[in-house]
């Protein structure tokens, strides 16, 4: 049963962010959404993201909660994304994969984050095709 809250809490996140950008200028190109986390992907290719940041999902941010109005922006040219229960995966228009968030056995980020938790994007690969 709590699986199936969780699952309608996250579904009810990307249908209200939806609504929340239907007046902006910008339209839709991807969406997702973890933990509370919104992270939308526009047309133009803005990577943006709010909501609650309690484990660091929006690039390491030291609010615990992000207002739509206040959302970060976290990549300029992101054309795909992932979002999991402790990390992000995006991929950008140049084909590289860039990953972020806890990552407390080093095995995501390979040993690239400080202290376990990566506040930024961290390049992972190059060439990625996305199937």
Do not use: Q
């Not at 199936?4 to 190109?29: N, P, T, W």
């Not at 943006?48 to 940041?53: I, L, P, Q």
């Not at 056995?105 to 690969?125: E, H, Q, R, T, W």
């Amino acid at each position: 049963m709590e699986m199936r809250k969780l699952l309608a809490f996250i579904l009810l996140c990307c249908i209200l962010s939806g609504v929340a950008l239907a007046d902006s200028d910008d339209s839709i190109s991807s969406i997702d959404c973890g933990n509370g986390s919104v992270f939308v992907i526009m047309d133009d290719g803005k990577l943006v993201a709010w909501g609650d940041n309690s484990g660091g999902l929006i690039a390491g941010n030291n609010h615990k909660n992000i207002k739509y109005e206040d959302r970060c922006l976290l990549m300029s040219s992101a054309k795909s994304i992932s979002v999991g229960e402790k990390c992000v995966l995006a991929i950008n228009t140049d084909d590289e994969l860039f990953g972020w968030g806890n990552d407390g056995d080093m095995s995501l980020l390979c040993g690239k984050s400080n202290g376990g938790i990566a506040k930024a994007p961290v390049k992972l690969m190059d060439d990625v095709i996305c199937a």
